[in-house]
């Protein structure tokens, strides 16, 4: 994914990475960055989106955060595209989808006047640019069912590693051993390889072995909270996540999706993928590749 990334940077000038919340694009696109970043002579900057609420602002946001000062009597659009005309840059805009007309508005205009420009957005769903090239986020691999759960067969697996990472993080003893190792597998198929549900059930190693934590899996609400303080609320529960893009939905796909979740024959791994095939209300007959308006 992170080549796949990279290839379509270096053919692209705006890249958005989409995918429904918990499953890891902004991950997936400051690891993208950070590996190109020094093909950027004049910096690469984080915009961060989220916590913005009106799109007016957008243009403003982007400015602050390239330490332009601030004229209230000239538009940031104008600001941005004097600082820009002839920099080489890369703007990371970040948690781009309750912004979609703003963002998208902005990022027209800015890459119509700055030609060495180049944008990343992570986005749960595209803008729909001229040039748009979309990268679906898939889920982090698991092992299939079938498959040995030594720990040496499950450390190739993203999802088993990412678990690991945060237990440990979360108990300095915890480690995959042979008699834990088939719980470990049993977990990351059931949370379908998402990387949030997985940090969040993670932290529980703190104070529960890994078959408890499977055991209460059955209400996943519940368990699956506690997130970090440093991230923002609606990535600190996994009903905090799934409420953000249910409230991002129309009508229509809010009716779709409350259907499959009542679903009690419906697994989650099937829930989560029909969460990420919710058509864009905006833009629905987006190609998976290039975006045309």
Same mark, same amino acid.
């Given at each position: 994914m992170v080549a796949e990334a990279r290839r379509l940077l270096s053919a692209a000038r705006f890249l958005t990475f989409t995918g429904p919340g918990g499953i890891g694009k902004t991950r997936l696109a400051l690891r993208v960055v950070g590996e190109v970043r020094r093909a950027f002579s004049d910096g690469v900057w984080l915009v961060e989106l989220a916590g913005l609420t009106d799109e007016e602002l957008v243009g403003r946001t982007v400015a602050t955060t390239l330490g332009l000062r601030d004229q209230s009597d000239e538009p940031a659009v104008d600001a941005l595209l004097e600082y820009l005309a002839d920099r080489q840059v890369l703007l990371v805009? +970040?948690?781009? &989808?309750?912004?979609?007309?703003? =963002?998208?508005?902005?990022?027209?205009?800015?890459? $119509? $006047?700055?030609?060495?420009?180049?944008? !990343?957005?992570? %986005? @749960?769903?595209?803008?729909?640019?001229? $040039?748009?090239?979309?990268?679906?986020?898939?889920?982090?691999? /698991?092992? +299939? %069912?079938? &498959?040995? %759960?030594?720990? +040496?067969?499950?450390?190739? *697996? &993203?999802? =088993?590693?990412? *678990?690991?990472?945060?237990?440990?993080?979360?108990?300095? /003893? *915890?480690? !995959?051993?042979?008699?834990n190792s088939p719980q470990v597998a049993l977990f990351c198929r059931r949370l379908a390889g998402m990387p949030l549900a997985i940090e969040l059930a993670a932290v529980r190693v703190r104070s529960l072995a890994v078959e408890r934590i499977l055991e209460r899996l059955s209400d996943r609400f519940a368990l699956l909270? $506690?997130?970090? @303080?440093? =991230?923002?609320?609606?990535? @600190?529960?996994?009903?905090?996540?799934?409420?953000?893009?249910?409230?991002?939905?129309?009508?229509?796909?809010?009716?779709?999706w409350s259907s499959a979740v009542r679903s009690r024959s419906v697994s989650f791994r099937q829930k989560a993928n029909a969460a990420r095939r919710l058509p864009s209300s905006r833009c629905s007959r987006a190609s998976h590749r290039i975006c045309k308006p």
């Open positions: 805009l +970040d948690n781009c &989808e309750h912004l979609l007309d703003g =963002v998208a508005m902005l990022a027209r205009k800015l890459l $119509g $006047g700055a030609p060495q420009l180049q944008i !990343v957005a992570t %986005s @749960r769903q595209p803008l729909c640019i001229e $040039g748009e090239h979309v990268l679906q986020v898939p889920p982090l691999a /698991t092992p +299939d %069912s079938g &498959e040995a %759960s030594s720990p +040496d067969g499950l450390a190739r *697996f &993203e999802a =088993v590693n990412l *678990f690991a990472d945060r237990a440990k993080a979360a108990c300095a /003893t *915890f480690a !995959v051993t042979a008699e909270t $506690g997130g970090s @303080r440093a =991230v923002p609320p609606r990535q @600190r529960t996994l009903r905090a996540a799934l409420d953000w893009s249910y409230d991002l939905c129309s009508p229509a796909e809010q009716t779709m």
